[in-house]
């Protein structure tokens, strides 16, 4: 690499001229991304496979003054992930910024973890991600430039009771991540990031198991998890959002194959 001017050394975080998807974008951690990915300057492909919550998420996007369109998609039907895949670059060109967040959380006891269960929390977490990388890693290599960053969780590293099913989908996906971006490379970075807890609306469902289970108040579970975790809080949507962000641009143009934790210190391998 040629030496770079001083005043030139902090790569600009803007994405102007990129289009990115982000998967699950509806609620939670994907609307928080897709959110900031618009405020650097790309134009966001808002999906969910519910309609109104990947409507009211690019609406609010528009309101403030980015660039975000919505479409229904269910990341684990092959054939609308190849429709939604040829129609996208058909309209917008090449898909630059590929961000997998969808995902569904549930827990069980591993002897009573129905296998519909398993199938739907694998299903969501890994199909989906292996389908929407097929579909959109070829044009990000035709055009020499693409960054595909898929969700994982710190549980993928370090797993928890009643999380076999989730806890090995999210395991399988930074395998997925570290095997496809020796592949994608030079023209691809690939990467996932590895949340601890994050304060969205699924935390509502984590209170209600530990409290029927185990008779802890959500209060007292709080204060757990928050004692886990040296940095004093829990996540925000928006800490995940600004790691995609940094791993999305030309920050990142060197760090691929990595599982990068986003843990506040919970997780530290």
Known sequence: MPEIAFDQLIPSLRLDGRTAVVTGAGRGIGRETARTLAAAGADVLVTDIDEPSARAAADWIRREGGSAEHHILDVTDEVQVSAFAAEVERAAGVIQILVNNAGIVTMAPFLELREDEFDAVVAVSL????????????????????????????????????????????????????????????????????????????????????????????????????????????????????????????AGAFTTGQALNVSGGEEVH
């Open 127 to 250: 199909r989906g991600t292996y389908l929407m990388t097929r579909a959109l890693l070829p044009g990000m290599r035709r055009s020499g430039w693409g960054r595909v960053i898929s969700l994982s969780s710190m549980l993928g590293k370090t797993p928890a009771p009643y999380t076999a099913h989730y806890s090995a989908a999210k395991a399988a996906i930074i395998s997925f991540t570290q095997a496809i971006a020796k592949e994608a490379a030079p023209e691809v970075t690939v990467n996932c990031l590895c949340p601890t807890n994050v304060v969205t609306g699924i935390m509502d469902e984590d209170f209600e198991f530990f409290g029927e289970r185990e008779g802890i108040s959500a209060e007292e579970l709080m204060k757990r998890w928050i004692e886990a975790i040296p940095m004093g809080r829990l996540g925000q949507p928006l800490d995940v959002a600004r790691a995609v962000l940094i791993l999305a641009g030309e």
